[in-house]
């Protein structure tokens, strides 16, 4: 049984109880996916997006939550530390419903970074992290309770978490490059 007070737990019973029936894997996608896309941290265009995927605008308890999202991933992102923790079931979830919301997360990721990307190149290298997340967003029924399955979530886990500092690190250059201007 998972446990009642995991973050993920608290997040998913405060979207139900105000009537979004939104996963809270999806909902932490979205917003890293617009951030590493260059959305920025103002919170008036985070709660917009966010109130499009709830359906509607949050209630203050809910808008208070998001906010607080939305400052954790930006301390995440903008550290030195270089760490992205997925708000995702607790590795005592069934491996099943940890790999739905591994799925819902990456959808949500590619919705926010689809809906902010700019006009601008990405290598090779950020083109195949985007084809991966598209990939791993079907991964719902390909997971099987087992040692292997375990440790195939694992492995995409860790890779998620990296992935989108890579994504931001790229589009933070890129923008900067662009801001500069050309001497002639």
Same mark, same amino acid.
């Given at each position: ?25 999806? $909902?932490? &996608?979205?917003? @890293?996916? +617009? ?6 941290? *103002? !919170?008036?265009?985070? /709660?917009? =997006? ?59 990721? $590619?919705? &926010?970074?689809? @809906?902010? +990307? ?6 090779? *290298? !950020?083109?195949?992290? /985007?084809? =991966? ?52």
């Amino acid at each position: 049984m998972p446990i009642q007070n995991s973050p993920y737990q608290a997040f998913a019973t405060l979207l139900s109880t105000s009537g979004h029936p939104v996963s809270p894997a999806e $909902l932490h &996608g979205l917003l @890293l996916g +617009r951030s590493c896309a260059g959305a920025g941290f *103002e !919170a008036d265009s985070w /709660l917009a =997006d966010a109130a499009e995927l709830l359906e509607g605008e949050p209630q203050d308890n809910v808008r208070s939550a998001l906010i607080g999202l939305q400052e954790m991933v930006k301390g995440e992102l903008t550290s030195d530390d270089m760490t992205v923790v997925l708000l995702l079931p607790t590795d005592d979830a069934p491996l099943t419903e940890r790999a739905v919301a591994l799925g819902q997360w990456c959808q949500g990721f $590619l919705t &926010g970074f689809g @809906l902010t +990307r700019r006009e601008y190149a990405l290598t090779d *290298e !950020a083109k195949e992290v /985007l084809q =991966d997340l598209a990939a791993i967003s079907q991964v719902q029924d390909a997971l099987e309770e087992s040692d292997d399955g375990e440790s195939d979530y694992m492995e995409v886990m860790e890779y998620l978490r990296v992935a989108p500092l890579l994504l931001f690190t790229e589009t933070k250059k890129t923008d900067e490059a662009a801001a500069k201007p050309s001497l002639h």
